[in-house]
């Protein structure tokens, strides 16, 4: 059975930054591609960044330069390191695996993904 369970949310001011981690268990992450996606209040759950089991990372041009997305084998986490954080990053952050090994699929679509965590939230405020 896959679980996936992320940490790390919570509140902060604009510019703080914050660091996600999604642990899973019943699969490794070294083969699997793994993501993080957030949802805001009333939106669509959308794509943050990926790393492909080859390690190639991902980002929307929204994160870019500012999110880095990282995996520790050993500990079979993955993690969002979030800097210069701003009001519209305000979401429930997910993470989700890829249920198939070695793949090279579409990284950025939510139907590319098999198993989700439960979410944590993280909220940018003044």
């Known amino acids: 059975q896959v679980q996936l369970v992320e940490s790390g949310g919570g509140v902060v001011q604009p510019g703080d930054s914050l660091r996600l981690a999604c642990t899973g268990s019943?699969?490794?992450?070294?083969?699997?591609?793994v993501a993080w996606f957030r949802q805001g209040p009333g939106e669509e759950r959308d794509f943050v960044a990926a790393?492909?089991?080859?390690?190639?990372?991902h980002y929307a041009d929204s994160v870019k330069g500012r999110f880095t997305i990282s995996r520790d084998n050993a500990k079979n986490t993955i993690y969002l390191q979030m800097n210069t954080l701003k009001p519209e990053d305000t979401a429930i952050y997910y993470c989700?695996?890829?249920?198939?090994?070695?793949?090279?699929?579409?990284?950025?679509?939510?139907?590319?993904?098999?198993?989700w965590g439960q979410g944590t939230q993280v909220s940018v405020s003044s």
């Open positions: 989700a695996l890829d249920g198939r090994r070695h793949v090279q699929s579409a990284v950025a679509t939510r139907t590319s993904y098999d198993y």
């Open positions: 019943g699969r490794t992450f070294n083969t699997a591609n």
């Open positions: 790393v492909r089991w080859t390690g190639t990372p």
